[in-house]
């Protein structure tokens, strides 16, 4: 079970902190990722990685605003997001896949991923 908390309403250029806590059998979580989805839009991956470490894959959109990190002790997972513009606004979303972090022509694979949770709002005005 993965449940996302932190999203909330900020100002253009503020910051918010995601958290996704998992739960049960938490030896089969290999790859944890951020997806976000607008309104009207498909869902798009955010940012990635490996629990047991290695480097972190960001959509281009977040690059240098964003930073995604991992709490092996705590099962936690967090998405700091910095300089926040009215674009980022989505419900964001976390996945946990069993097996790898996989890509598909640039882009995170949705369907790679076992588990996900419900989902917190970001609005950015």
């Known amino acids: 079970q993965l449940v996302e908390s932190g999203g909330g309403s900020v100002q253009a250029g503020g910051s918010l902190r995601l958290s996704c806590a998992a739960s049960?059998?938490?030896?089969?979580?290999?790859?944890m990722a951020w997806f976000r989805q607008a309104p009207g839009k498909e869902r798009e991956g955010v940012a990635q990685t490996y629990t047991g470490g290695g480097g972190i894959y960001y959509h281009d959109a977040v690059k240098g605003r964003f930073a995604m990190s991992h709490d092996n002790a705590k099962n936690t997972a967090y998405l700091q997001m910095d300089s926040l513009k009215p674009e980022d606004t989505a419900m964001y979303y976390c996945?946990?896949?069993?097996?790898?972090?996989?890509?598909?022509?640039?882009?995170?694979?949705?369907?790679?991923?076992?588990?996900w949770g419900q989902g917190t709002q970001v609005t950015v005005s």
């Open positions: 049960g059998y938490t030896y089969n979580r290999n790859c």
């Open positions: 996945g946990a896949s069993r097996t790898f972090c996989t890509m598909l022509r640039g882009n995170m694979v949705e369907t790679a991923f076992d588990y």
